[in-house]
C-alpha cells in the first residue's frame, strides 16, 4: 500500500505529540542569586564598634548594593552568625577582617557615589521601608536624620528626602522601577533583611491593621507583584489571614523577618550547589502483622530565619545531640538551596545516619494550596526544588484536605506521597488518607504540641497493628516552640516493642504498598 506523504508523516512515531517533562530543569531558580567576590574576602562590620539601628540599616544598605555583583560584606552577630562565618573560612575557603561603618560609607563613594535618601524615623517610622525601598532602585543609601551630619562629613551629599514619606506614596512613584518577581513585608521596627530586600530592588512594606483602606493598600501591591512570586519578612497582622492573601494572590511566603547576611548565603559562586542528599534512604523494612508504624517529623522547617538564627545547632533542635536509636524527621526548606546552600550544606554534613528531611510547608514557601490559583505552576517549580535538594515527602498546610490540592500535588513526579497538616495543632485529621495517582497524603495524626508525651505514648501503644489499614499507621508532628527533640526521645523509649518508628519515606511506601486505595476520612 502507498501512502500519501501526509498520511505517511501522521503514522510516522517521529511526528507523535511527545510527552513534556512536568517539573523544570536543574538550573531553574525562583529565588534570586548574588555575585560573591572572586576573593571570597569579607569585610565584617557591626563587631569591632556596636552599630545602633540606623547605623545598621545604612550598613546592610552597603552590603546588598554590593551584592549585586560584587559580595563583600557580612553583619558580625552573635550565635550562629560566628558559626556560619567560621564554616566558610574552614569549608569554602573564606578570608576576612573587621571594617568600620565610616569606612564602609567611604569605600561605597569611591565605587558608587555619594548619593543619600533621607528618612526620619523618629517622626514617622514607615519612611524608614520607603527610604529602603527607594535606596535599591536608586543605589542612593538610606540615611537616617539622626546620622545626617556625620554621613555628610564623610561626604554623602542629599539627594531624595523621604523623612516624610508613607509606604503608599513611594509605591505610587517607583512602583515602576521596583522588581516584581518578590516584595519584602517587614516591619520599620526591625532592622534586619534591609540588604536583600536592597540588593533585589524590591519594595519593603508592612500594613499593619485591617482597615478597608490598608486591606485595599495591600491588595493593590499584591496584585501587582507576580504570580509564583515570594513574599520575604513575616505577616504583619494574624499568620492565617496574612498566608491567605498572599497565596490568593498566588505569592508564597518565606518567614525570613530575623535574617542576616541573606545577601552573602544567596552567592552560588562563592558555594555552588547544595549537595543536599538524605542520609536516610529508603529501607528495605516490609509491613508485618502485629505491628504498628510511626513516622515522627518537626514541624515548621520553613522557618528560613530559624535555620539561619539557630535550628541548625540548637540542641533543642536539629542540633541535639542525636540518639540515634530511631529515625528522625526534620521539615526543612527547599528554598534553602538558593538562600543558604551553605546552610544546606552544614545541615548535611551534620546528619545523623537516622535524620530524615522532608519540605516544608507545602512546598517552596508558606502557601495554603486550596486558595493559590497558580497551583499549576508552583508545583511544577517544586518538582525542580525537590529534586535538586533529594526530598519526595512534602508536609502541605492547609484549612483542610482538597481533592485539587491533592491531585495538583500526586502529579509531582519526585514526589511519594504527602503529610497533610490541617486543623487544632495540625492534627485534625486524625490520621486520615486521601490517594491520587497513586500516592497517600496521609493526615497528621498526633501531635507533640503542649502535649503529654506519657498520655501519647499510651494512645500509640493501643492503636490497630494491622498494617493492611490505614489505622495501622501514625503520622506525629513535632512542634518545635512548644517541645523539642529531647520530647520525641522521651516518646520513642515509652513505645511498645511492637511499635516501629520509621522514615517519612518509608512510612509513605510502606502504606503505598499496603493500604487499599481508598480515601479514609475520620
Known amino acids: 500500500m502507498i501512502l500519501s506523504l501526509s498520511a505517511f508523516l501522521t503514522s510516522c512515531p517521529w511526528d507523535q505529540p511527545v510527552e513534556e517533562p512536568f517539573g523544570y530543569g536543574d538550573d531553574f531558580r525562583i529565588i534570586r542569586e548574588m555575585k560573591m567576590n572572586e576573593d571570597k574576602h569579607l569585610l565584617v562590620f557591626n563587631k569591632t564598634e556596636s552599630l545602633n539601628f540606623s547605623e545598621l540599616v545604612l550598613a546592610q544598605a552597603i552590603q546588598g548594593l554590593y551584592a549585586r555583583e560584587n559580595a563583600r560584606y557580612y553583619c558580625w552577630a552573635s550565635g550562629s552568625y560566628e558559626v556560619w562565618l567560621e564554616d566558610m573560612v574552614e569549608n569554602y575557603g573564606f578570608t576576612y577582617e573587621y571594617v568600620t561603618l565610616e569606612q564602609m560609607v567611604k569605600s561605597y563613594i569611591e565605587d558608587y557615589g555619594n548619593g543619600y535618601v533621607l528618612y526620619n524615623r523618629a517622626s514617622l517610622v514607615e519612611s524608614t521601608n520607603s527610604a529602603c525601598s527607594i535606596a535599591g532602585v536608586t543605589g542612593y543609601l538610606p540615611v537616617d536624620a539622626a546620622l545626617k551630619s556625620r554621613v555628610e562629613g564623610w561626604g554623602l551629599e542629599l539627594k531624595i528626602d523621604a523623612s516624610k514619606m508613607t509606604e503608599r506614596t513611594c509605591f505610587d512613584l517607583y512602583k515602576d522601577s521596583f522588581n516584581t518577581d518578590g516584595l519584602v513585608q517587614q516591619s520599620p521596627t526591625n532592622v534586619r533583611l534591609r540588604d536583600w530586600a536592597i540588593a533585589c530592588g524590591y519594595f519593603m512594606f508592612f500594613r499593619e491593621g485591617t482597615d478597608t483602606k490598608e486591606l485595599m493598600f495591600r491588595g493593590e501591591v499584591h496584585d501587582w507583584v507576580d504570580e509564583d512570586a515570594a513574599m520575604f519578612g513575616w505577616v504583619p497582622n494574624d499568620e492565617g489571614q496574612d498566608v491567605t492573601v498572599a497565596s490568593q494572590y498566588g505569592q508564597f511566603t518565606i518567614p525570613s523577618d530575623h535574617s542576616l547576611n541573606t545577601t552573602v548565603f544567596a552567592c552560588k559562586n562563592a558555594f555552588g550547589e547544595a549537595d543536599f542528599k538524605q542520609n536516610a534512604k529508603e529501607t528495605e523494612i516490609k509491613a508485618e502483622q502485629g505491628k504498628h508504624y510511626v513516622c515522627i517529623m518537626m514541624s515548621d522547617g520553613d522557618n528560613v530565619q530559624m535555620w539561619y538564627n539557630g535550628f541548625a545547632d540548637n540542641t533543642k533542635y536539629f542540633g541535639a545531640e542525636k540518639d540515634n536509636s530511631f529515625p528522625m524527621g526534620w521539615s526543612i526548606q527547599p528554598a534553602l538551596l538558593d538562600l543558604g546552600p551553605n546552610v544546606m550544606n552544614y545541615v548535611k554534613r551534620n546528619a545523623g545516619e537516622k535524620d530524615y528531611f522532608v519540605a516544608s510547608v507545602s512546598g517552596i514557601g508558606y502557601i495554603y494550596p486550596q486558595v493559590y490559583p497558580t497551583l499549576e505552576t508552583y508545583t511544577k517549580a517544586l518538582s525542580a526544588y525537590l529534586r535538586r535538594a533529594d526530598l519526595s515527602v512534602v508536609q502541605i498546610l492547609d484549612s483542610g484536605p482538597s481533592d485539587k490540592v491533592v491531585d495538583a500535588y500526586a502529579q509531582i513526579p519526585e514526589l511519594k506521597g504527602a503529610i497533610y497538616c490541617y486543623g487544632d495543632r495540625y ?96
Open 427 to 522: 492534627a485534625a485529621g486524625n490520621g486520615s488518607v486521601y490517594w491520587s495517582n497513586g500516592k497517600p497524603f496521609v493526615a497528621i495524626r498526633e501531635t507533640l504540641w503542649n502535649a503529654n508525651v506519657e498520655s501519647m505514648a499510651e494512645r500509640i501503644n493501643g492503636y490497630s497493628k494491622d498494617p493492611t489499614t490505614i489505622e495501622g499507621y501514625t503520622a506525629i508532628n513535632l512542634h518545635p516552640w512548644s517541645m523539642s527533640y529531647q520530647d520525641a526521645v522521651k516518646l520513642v523509649s515509652l513505645l511498645d516493642e511492637n511499635v516501629v518508628v520509621v522514615t517519612a519515606d518509608d512510612f509513605i511506601r510502606l502504606i503505598t504498598e499496603n493500604v487499599p486505595q481508598e480515601d479514609v476520612v475520620k
